[in-house]
């Protein structure tokens, strides 16, 4: 399902010097599989699985998803994943099930299929009773859930969790 080679991330600084955050990663996760990346702060941990969902493009290497180089064809590569960082990030305004059904329609979800698979996400993980309250009227855990469910709602081979 994931199969990165020789990842490679440097940062260019303010100053002549180049920082590199990711040296040569390579890894292979099997399908069925829980993988982690464990490490000292500013080891490249995140560096490394933002490149694997395309959020940063690597110096070097690459890393296929289900098949789809993040390189080459990283339109398929995302659409084939899900991707939850540390951060929530979700627009204030909007509830839960908006930005889930945003989301799914973003990566092109049947509209009826977003609904029912909305409905099953917040039974899953409680949501029900704040799935229509907006954003930024909820608990941090509760954001933890919506980000979740915005995570799962295009039924992704591959999860990305950051933290």
Request: neutral net charge; glycine residues 8%.
């Amino acid at each position: 399902m994931i199969e990165c080679r020789n990842l490679t991330k440097v940062y260019l600084s303010g100053t002549p010097r180049e920082v590199t955050a990711v040296k040569d990663v390579s890894f292979t996760v099997n399908r069925g599989q829980v993988f982690g990346l464990l490490g000292a702060n500013g080891a490249g941990k995140t560096s490394t699985l933002r490149m694997v969902a395309t959020i940063l493009a690597p110096t070097s290497g690459d890393c296929l998803i289900d098949g789809s180089s993040i390189k080459t064809d990283s339109e398929s590569a995302r659409r084939k994943m899900g991707y939850l960082s540390g951060e929530t990030r979700l627009y204030e305004r909007l509830t839960p099930r908006e930005i889930v059904t945003f989301f799914g329609e973003f990566f092109d979800v049947d509209r009826r299929l977003i609904d029912e698979r909305a409905e099953k996400l917040f039974a899953m993980l409680s949501m029900q009773y704040f799935a229509d309250r907006p954003c930024g009227e909820l608990s941090t855990g509760m954001k933890q859930m919506a980000s979740i469910a915005r995570a799962l709602v295009h039924d992704p081979g591959v999860l990305v969790f950051d933290e």
